[in-house]
């Protein structure tokens, strides 16, 4: 036979599948068990909370995708390195199926095993979810999303083992699920404005609700914007041992591939990066949001000086003589009686005051504010619902605008005095029971100041409330304060009324308060 | 099927390891015969397309290992046994021989197993089918090693030190299956070891340093050492080669070493002793 006798080359790339089975039986050992394993358990741990929603619970394993990438990303590398550590090179490449072939068969293994092992995950995740009374609707966009980044993660780890030997695999599965880690929990936890966290394959959950899912809804281009990374490493696998033949059709298409990815994850990368500042969201049109009364920033996600409207989503009700708390459906009327129950004597405590507020709804995004005097509290989704420990003094900082800044004036922020709102907040706190003035006088005389007085205000939470280190009571404002809690409360109350719009505009002088000059 | 090598040269930096290789290799089994470093796997590996000559080309049927379609013709008929064989560890016999067999394009699942069980039978593995590779001995692996290479039922088939490691029971089944294999087929049998090459092959090449010294059959190197094999007492100090024997004489190849000196019948160990030596005797 010579060369013009030679039959129609055969396609060496069509049959593909058949290899993909051979290698998928052979990476469901153990690094796929201790991934999806290990993130199982994590993910549990994490959506054991007292409220379940299938929502927060399948969200919790769609977030634990980052542990999952780890161990896809060296099982990735293990595949790559293989043949090289088996000695087996020179048997795969002298066989007539081009090199591209085969690590495309590798990478659709690898893609089909990470998109299974992520779907295990997350079904795990629904089903604790269910068995813990989980109700709401399930957010599907999450499992392709997940499916997507675990493969990414998987295809990651195969291009550094071709080009890597086995220690630096391992590093470079530390560094990108620990890198990954670090960014969602570290570093955008705090700077969630610069967008950057969409980029990541897993973007952090905090910015998430069970009634409105993420916001904003950033799953569109994120889908997309993964896919394109798929592209490009998977172009760039595919397309690298044609290099000395570019001219293949193989070879074009995984450049094609690879371009079009590059384009894909540039293009809808830029818009990810431009969602936390446009800050779509679900519910109602960002143009309707109420001005807050503070230049302070309100927290991860609110664009402030704004605070989320009533969007009437917030449904499911509670209510004592004193407030109503609504919450979203999905988390049932206990949830809601629960927080009246919490929120009620500090709600009585200072039912007198003015302005004060007797409705407190759940939003989506903000951390707790006041809703400037408008009779409402905003109350941001927490998964875990500790409100028990972090509502202490949240309304009685909601009825003291001023005082309510401090808390977020923070280290960096400026110091607000007004001493006036502090002495009525002593004394508001010791009317709901909170804080004996024997307590706040044992303080004093062991010479605790500011925040830390007795045992109970020294939780963080209370400082966090009323104030930072320095910025904690004054031991005038707390004499003035003791002074008022000895006076009968009716005559506080009546006197305080008159006084109250300077007292919240912040124009209240100490010596004003009732009880100065006692 | 024919493999010719035209002038063909490899070097690895400033070492030399094909030096102008001129030869034609026909259908049977050519035993390569050369000492460790003589440029017997650099050969294979060029043919198996593993490795591109420096210059020189070489050819399977016309088709050259240079030109990248052609090497995938080249590939499409070729059963590769490496000196150097790795297996998966965690695949059994069958997966791993299936595997290959794949990546050698028999596509269809039924007909591929067939064959995948006729390769695992000519070398007696079917018994072992099912185990893991990580599992089996030396021997075992290679004999999967050599199921391998004929799964796809190759037109030339290149075993680079097939023997090594194998007991001599192993070797001596190992020389009946090729010597079935090279009815129908070109073997190339790389080996260092003469008696595999007098026990099977039909020609033979002699490397050296990276050259040729010799290329026929068995016989004619066989026959180069006639009248110059002795039996005696004493080696004389030309001598090519002398060894103690079990009869307590001294086998001399090379010049009579002395009048008591009896001619014996030589070897085709004799004769690539004689080749390799670079003697002028011949």
């Known amino acids: 036979m010579s060369v013009s006798e030679s039959t129609v080359a055969r396609r060496s790339w069509t049959p593909i599948f058949g290899p993909v089975w051979t290698e998928l039986r052979h990476l469901t050992y153990i690094l796929l068990v201790l991934g999806v394993g290990v993130s199982a358990i994590v993910a549990i741990k994490q959506a054991n909370v007292a409220y379940p929603t299938i929502g927060y619970d399948t969200g919790v394993a769609y977030h634990e995708g980052e542990i999952l990438s780890a161990f896809l990303f060296l099982l990735g590398a293990w595949l790559a390195m293989r043949d090289r550590r088996s000695a087996t090179t020179d048997l795969i490449a002298s066989s007539p199926t081009r090199p591209g072939a085969v690590r495309a068969t590798r990478l659709g293994a690898l893609a089909v095993a990470g998109a299974a092992a992520f779907g295990l995950l997350w079904l795990i995740g629904l089903v604790s979810a269910l068995a813990h009374g989980g109700s709401g609707v399930i957010d599907w966009v999450l499992v392709p999303d997940g499916m997507l980044g675990s493969a990414l993660a998987a295809w990651l780890g195969f291009a550094l083992g071709l080009i890597a030997p086995a220690s630096v695999a391992v590093l470079g599965a530390a560094l990108y699920s620990g890198g990954t880690y670090f960014i969602n929990t570290q570093y955008t936890h705090y700077n969630t404005h610069i967008g950057f966290q969409w980029l990541l394959p897993f973007p952090p959950l905090p910015q998430w609700s069970a009634d409105l899912g993420y916001v904003p809804n950033i799953f569109g281009p994120h889908l997309v914007f993964v896919l394109g990374w798929l592209l490009l490493v998977g172009g760039l696998i595919v397309a690298a041992p044609f290099r000395r033949s570019l001219r293949t059709i193989a070879s074009r298409t995984a450049l094609i591939g690879a371009v079009t990815g590059l384009a894909l994850a540039t293009v809808f990368g830029v818009q990810l990066q431009a969602e936390a500042n446009r800050y779509t969201v679900n519910g109602p049109n960002p143009a309707s949001w109420v001005p807050d009364y503070g230049q302070y920033s309100s927290g991860l996600s609110t664009p402030d000086p704004l605070i989320y409207p009533n969007d009437h989503r917030a449904t499911t009700c509670a209510t004592s003589s004193a407030l109503r708390v609504c919450v979203y459906p999905v988390y049932g009327r206990s949830l809601a009686t629960s927080l009246v129950s919490i929120l009620d004597p500090e709600a009585r405590a200072i039912e007198s005051v003015i302005g004060r507020p007797t409705y407190v709804r759940m939003v989506p995004v903000a951390e707790e504010n006041c809703g400037a005097g408008l009779g409402q509290a905003v109350l941001k989704e927490q998964y875990s619902f500790s409100y028990h420990y972090n509502l202490r003094g949240y309304l009685i900082s909601c009825a003291l605008p001023q005082l309510g800044q401090r808390r977020y004036a923070g280290f960096g922020g400026l110091p607000h005095d007004f001493p006036a709102q502090s002495a009525v907040a002593l004394w508001l706190v010791i009317r709901s029971g909170e804080l004996t003035p024997r307590a706040v006088r044992q303080g004093v005389a062991s010479g605790t100041s500011g925040s830390c007085l007795a045992d109970l205000p020294c939780t963080p939470q209370y400082s966090d409330i009323f104030g930072f280190g320095s910025l904690g009571w004054t031991r005038a404002e707390i004499r003035v304060g003791l002074a008022m809690a000895a006076l009968p409360p009716a005559r506080v109350t009546s006197e305080l009324r008159e006084l109250w719009p300077r007292l919240v505009a912040g124009k209240l002088l100490l010596a004003s308060l009732p009880g100065y000059r006692q | ?282």
């Open chain 2, 1 to 282: 099927m024919n493999v010719v090598f035209e002038n063909l040269s490899r070097s690895y930096g400033s070492v030399r390891a094909l030096d102008g290789i001129d030869i034609t290799i026909g259908p049977g089994i050519t035993g390569l015969l050369g000492p460790n470093g003589a440029g017997k796997t650099t050969m294979l590996r060029i043919l198996a397309t593993l490795l591109p000559p420096t210059s020189g080309t070489a050819r399977l049927d016309g088709w050259s290992t240079s030109h990248d379609r052609e090497r995938v013709e080249i590939r499409r008929r070729l059963g590769y046994l490496p000196q150097d064989l790795g297996l998966y560890p965690r695949f059994t016999v069958f997966e791993f021989v299936d595997y290959l067999a794949m990546l050698k394009e028999l596509h269809d699942p039924r007909q591929r197993h067939r064959r995948v069980r006729e390769a695992l039978e000519a070398v007696d593995l079917q018994d072992v089918a099912g185990r893991k590779i990580r599992t089996l001995s030396g021997g075992i692996r290679r004999r999967v090693g050599i199921a391998q290479a004929i799964v796809a039922d190759p037109q030339l088939l290149l075993l680079d030190e097939p023997t090594g490691g194998l007991d001599p029971e192993q070797r001596v089944r190992f020389r009946q299956l090729v010597g079935r294999l090279g009815e129908h087929r070109t073997v190339l049998l790389s080996t260092h070891l003469v008696e595999d090459v007098s026990a099977i092959c039909t020609s033979v090449v002699v490397l050296w340093h990276g050259r040729v010294l010799f290329q026929g059959a068995p016989a004619e190197l066989r026959k180069r050492a006639e009248g110059l094999v002795w039996s005696a007492q004493e080696a004389s100090s030309d001598a090519v080669a002398s060894w103690r024997t079990d009869n307590g004489k001294l086998r001399v190849i090379g010049a009579r070493p002395g009048p008591s000196a009896t001619p014996v019948e030589p070897t085709l160990e004799d004769g690539y002793l004689l080749v390799t030596s670079g003697s002028p005797i011949r």
